[in-house]
């Protein structure tokens, strides 16, 4: 008895998302008490409460698979790190409409939407009252990342990297290439570019989204290849400085056309580590 | 030689009494605080930007000129003349303020402090066609339009290559730091303009306006909205600090490739930071610019500015909020017109090469939440506290006092040794009756980690669960690894 709650534990630690949500956590937590976010607690308190209350709600009526808290709390964290509101109203419509997208904008099961990133657009379009920061992390966050890409690449056996990897690459090249080679500034400027918090944020938590990029490897490869010069162009030439954000919302209702000329299951997250065949839960 | 000012200098500032509802505001720490900086108006409205550089070039004007990277060629209405007042004016009315209150005597009824305030005021061309045809072919260098306004003649250039508009420049007598070069080939490359700025020594009345030359003002288009601070690294040593006075019709204007930190602000200090108000925010400032890194941009005001709108525009106002003409002057014409929004915001940065590799870019956002930068003194009751709730407000008052210390030991890093007596003697009108009671005076200095304790301490205990969580599952992979 002991011996079969303890293999269950196991097993559910298992679970990237714990992984994700220790990681947004302590980051968050980090911006709380060194970047000077402590005005923000209690937005960020209403942000997970309501992104908890309405999974809950949702689920309820739906799968009853409990378990997509864990979800619900990633997409939480996400808003919290991304999403700036003057009030907390705002911050509580921002997470009942990133949560609600995932169970009403649905394609053969599948939802379309990045919950937090279609919660930061709806807050934005919605009210006069919710920006992005791109600039609140500062550069110094960029070890961080290294260790949250380490360690997710850990955890999910590089599995849904790809997505990350060819995005930040593609983009770092083509950024090095206009910043350093064509303009000719010095390589700091680059890097300064590229340290940006939200950047990475985006890059190694947001697009890496099993939900919600393509199945297949190869599409996620050139799916995240369109979004980075995406992103070089509509940050380079057109000076757009929360691009990447808007860009995921326009291009997500694509990923089911990429699903249609690339076949291959779809994603669930109970399957995930398979190294024991036997303690694998679809459904 | 002309010599090359890339970054603009200082402004005086002139205080005065303003009496809010809550506490007086007895002393400001403005611009003129800081040696080698610069203002800079900045409005943003749409795609346009219109830009206010302050001037404050000393020495022979035929030795000043200005050279400042700009988006588009400007056509002549884009460029204006400024009152140099228009900065005294906002600085004055955005400084950082302290200031006071008193406490009432509880032994006393209740009766009308009078206040006996002592002020701390402290300051705050023309070439021919075939020049123009040789300059394309010499140094591949367009002048794109030239005029003359005011005591100002002012050249727009367009190059290909960044040797020869360095070139162009020297040959035209103005001196070019030699790091200049590298900074004006991205620039260049960029699609950028130049606006080239030299003193017509005809119209210049040096008799005028304290014989300081006046600001000038450009307005551009473009999507970019940011500050070319590249250029003015180019010739300077150590660092500089820069003031900008945004306008926007949207909420505060923040930084976007650099944070912006608020600065602590409604922080109670004992009453003798009073009479040095300002070495106590410099010194504020210089630590919380070291604690963040010397890489962050510093809010130090932000407030709805709207002339129509009802609201109070400062508490305590340190100076009058700009109105009608000021925003004018400063470039923000739709600030006067009915049902527009018109939002006030101070930033303070402080530059050097290592620590701010590019530019400054801006955004607008529609955050409307008011700050202020503002310290407060609180004078003790005096009189006869003998009675029972005087002898609990003594005790009240030692307390308070402790608490001020450290507040000051951790915002300005002052050694607060130095006024051991502040808590039980440092004010000669208390009569405290108990025994000095020394031990409660230890008050040391430093106390970082005083603030933000239980974020912190909930930061560490994630970040622990984070790497043992890491490292059981690296334990368990490497164990499937071995026997699967």
């Not at chain 1, 607690?41 to 309820?60: D, E, G, M, N, P």
């Not at chain 1, 070089?232 to 995921?248: D, E, G, H, P």
């Not at chain 2, 007596?421 to 405290?432: E, H």
Request: one cysteine or more; aromatic letters at 14%; a positive charge.
């Amino acid at each position: 008895m002991i011996q079969k709650v303890l293999s269950d534990m196991s097993n559910e630690a298992r679970d990237p998302r714990y992984f994700q949500i220790l990681f947004l956590g302590t980051f968050l937590l980090y911006g709380v008490s060194y970047l000077g976010w402590q005005n923000e607690t209690s937005k960020y308190i209403a942000l997970l409460a309501s992104v908890v209350v309405t999974q809950l709600a949702f689920t309820h009526y739906t799968t009853r698979r409990y378990s997509s808290i864990k979800s619900a709390l990633i997409t939480g964290l996400g808003l919290c790190l991304l999403l700036r509101t003057g009030s907390i109203h705002t911050a509580i419509l921002a997470a009942a409409i990133a949560i609600s997208t995932k169970f009403l904008i649905k394609v053969k099961n599948k939802h379309i939407f990045n919950p937090a990133n279609v919660g930061i657009i709806a807050a934005m379009l919605l009210t006069n009252d919710a920006w992005i920061s791109p600039g609140q992390w500062g550069s110094s966050v960029l070890l961080w990342f290294f260790v949250g890409a380490a360690g997710l690449m850990m955890i999910l056996k590089v599995g849904r990297l790809d997505t990350s990897f060819t995005f930040i690459l593609t983009f770092g090249v083509l950024l090095f290439a206009r910043q350093v080679l064509y303009l000719g500034w010095e390589p700091s400027v680059w890097l300064h570019q590229m340290s940006n918090g939200t950047l990475l944020l985006f890059t190694f938590f947001m697009i890496t989204d099993p939900m919600t990029t393509p199945n297949h490897k190869y599409a996620r490869v050139l799916w995240s290849l369109v979004l980075a010069v995406g992103l070089f162009v509509a940050s380079n030439f057109f000076y757009m400085q929360t691009a990447a954000i808007w860009l995921l919302v326009i291009f997500s209702p694509f990923t089911p056309l990429f699903d249609k000329l690339f076949v291959a299951r779809k994603f669930e997250w109970e399957g995930i580590p398979l190294e024991r065949n036997d303690t694998v839960i679809i459904k | 030689m002309k010599k090359i000012v890339l970054s603009l200098m200082a402004v005086c500032s002139m205080g005065q009494v303003a009496l809010a509802f809550c506490g007086f505001y007895v002393a400001k720490a403005g611009a003129d605080l800081y040696n080698n900086k610069s203002e800079v108006i900045l409005v943003r409205d749409g795609n346009k930007t219109t830009i206010t550089m302050s001037n404050d070039f000393k020495g022979d004007v035929k030795d000043f000129a200005m050279v400042v990277p700009v988006p588009n060629v400007l056509a002549r209405e884009d460029i204006r003349i400024a009152d140099r007042s228009v900065f005294s004016m906002l600085d004055a009315y955005s400084a950082p303020r302290l200031v006071e209150y008193y406490d009432q005597n509880p032994c006393e009824p209740v009766y009308e402090v009078e206040e006996d305030m002592m002020l701390e005021n402290i300051a705050v061309a023309e070439s021919t066609m075939s020049r123009v045809l040789r300059d394309k072919v010499k140094y591949r260098v367009t002048i794109e339009a030239q005029y003359k306004v005011a005591e100002y003649d002012i050249v727009l250039l367009s190059a290909k290559k960044s040797g020869g508009l360095k070139q162009w420049l020297i040959d035209n007598g103005y001196s070019i730091p030699a790091k200049a070069e590298q900074v004006l080939e991205p620039y260049i490359k960029s699609g950028l303009k130049f606006f080239v700025v030299k003193v017509d020594l005809n119209k210049y009345n040096p008799t005028a306006n304290g014989g300081f030359l006046r600001p000038l003002q450009i307005t551009v288009k473009s999507d970019k909205f940011m500050l070319p601070i590249r250029l003015g690294m180019a010739n300077s040593k150590g660092e500089q600090d820069m003031i900008v006075y945004a306008f926007s019709k949207t909420g505060r204007v923040e930084c976007s490739n650099y944070r912006t930190v608020q600065m602590p602000t409604n922080k109670k200090v004992p009453t003798f930071v009073k009479p040095n108000f300002a070495n106590f925010y410099t010194d504020v400032f210089r630590n919380q610019h070291s604690q963040q890194g010397r890489n962050a941009v510093f809010l130090e005001y932000a407030w709805n500015v709207t002339p129509t709108w009802s609201g109070v525009k400062c508490d305590p106002c340190v100076g009058n909020p700009p109105y009608a003409r000021e925003f004018l002057m400063a470039g923000v014409p739709w600030a006067n017109a009915n049902g527009t929004t018109t939002y006030f915001t101070r930033m303070h940065v402080r530059y050097t090469l290592d620590k701010f590799p590019e530019d400054l870019f801006f955004i607008e956002t529609p955050n409307k939440e008011h700050y202020q930068a503002r310290y407060v003194i609180t004078h003790p009751a005096y009189g006869d506290l003998s009675c029972a709730e005087g002898k609990r407000y003594v005790q009240r008052l030692k307390l308070r006092r402790q608490q001020e210390l450290r507040s000051l030991a951790t915002l300005s890093q002052w050694d607060t040794m130095e006024f051991y007596d502040y808590v039980a003697n440092g004010t000669d009108k208390v009569r405290i009756e108990e025994e000095s009671d020394q031990n409660e005076l230890f008050v040391v200095g430093g106390g970082n980690g005083s603030e933000g304790g239980p974020p912190r301490a909930l930061f560490f205990g994630f970040a622990g669960l984070l790497i043992l969580y890491a490292a059981r599952r690296v334990y368990s992979l490497a164990d499937s690894f071995t026997f699967s």
